[in-house]
């Protein structure tokens, strides 16, 4: 294995986790284009960034071999509060209202549930949900919603009755796929021609991660294997067969601390809300933010 391009205090802890996990580490092609062709950005705590030099896609090069069986096990899917709070219930409520005009089959799947809070809220307006989900604490919380179909099976394998489902919703998953382009296959097999993938994930092309560099908050490589901006993630969405491909941005995280999901979230800054809000309104009207929402559309055929 070659690791020249890792520091020395990096390569120890790079052998330190290998040892730790028994867990090789293997180099990738690139997922977007096939190219093998990148150069190296940066190594954080052992993990080599790089970005493809054919399509501009960012991602950790090598990995461990077991990133993916890890995932059942490890991850953030059901880090933070036990339960929704008012706000983040109305954000759901808003989204699901965007959702109405795509129910046809009244058939709504979400690839990485987490702690089902969106599907419940989907089930209380009267869609039929399906929850995909590995993580196993994860999959704990999902057995006391009301979720019609729990799907246990990877987000670039799963089976669904092809062309049924009017929504597929993706949230902050993406970013620890090992093959984002898989998953985006299967997605637009679920999906009814005409119908709507939703997805999120974080924006490497973004002010936050401009500014902090490798100190990115969201830059953890255990966890975010593939790191897309908004140019990336159209040209994926595109090549699959989707349509109608529009990519919002919001946020602004300046926070500088190492990001685990072991660990607690940071701590929040309550005096620097309004001054955040503001920063947040901004933002918004800009590519620049560091969350991508993007929308897109299963062409009809
Ligand atoms: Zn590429």
């Known amino acids: 294995m070659a690791l020249s391009t890792a520091g020395m205090k990096s390569r120890f802890f790079l052998m330190d986790r290998q040892l730790q996990r028994k867990d090789p580490f293997i180099r990738v092609d690139c997922d977007l284009c096939g190219g093998g062709n990148h150069g190296v950005l940066f190594d954080k705590e052992g993990f080599v960034h ?130 984002p382009r898989k998953a985006a296959e299967r997605i637009r097999h679920a999906l009814r021609p005409g119908g709507l993938v939703r997805l999120s994930t974080t924006n490497f092309a973004s002010l936050s991660r401009w500014l902090n560099g490798p100190e990115w908050v969201y830059l953890n490589g255990a966890d975010h294997i593939h790191l897309f901006e908004p140019k990336t993630i159209t040209r994926l969405l595109s090549e699959i ?45 800009t590519p620049y933010g560091h969350q991508m929402i993007v929308t897109a559309i299963k062409a009809e055929r």
């Not at 109405?100 to 949900?129: C, H, Q, V």
């Not at 067969?241 to 940071?266: C, Q, W």
């Open 50 to 179: 790089v970005r493809c030099r054919d399509c501009g896609l960012v991602f950790v090069n090598p990995r461990p071999a077991g990133h993916g069986e890890r995932q059942k096990s490890e991850g953030t899917g059901t880090m933070g509060d036990d339960r929704p709070t008012s706000a983040q219930i109305g954000r759901m409520r808003r989204e699901l209202a965007s959702m109405e005009p795509f129910r046809r089959y009244n058939r709504m799947l979400e690839i990485g549930a987490g702690r089902g809070w969106f599907l419940d809220e989907a089930s209380k307006s009267g869609w039929r949900t399906w929850a995909l989900e590995i993580n196993r604490d994860a999959l704990h919380h999902l057995e006391s919603r009301r979720i019609d179909t729990i799907i246990t099976e990877p987000a670039e394998t799963f089976h669904v009755d092809p062309g049924t489902m009017d929504v597929v919703r993706i949230w902050d998953v993406i970013e620890h796929l090992e093959s």
């Open 241 to 285: 067969g989707f349509t109608d491909i529009r990519v919002a941005t919001r946020s602004f995280n300046m926070r500088r601390k190492l990001y685990h999901p072991e660990r607690d979230l940071p701590v929040k800054f309550p005096f620097l809300r309004p001054v955040r809000k503001l920063i947040d309104e901004t933002i918004r009207l």
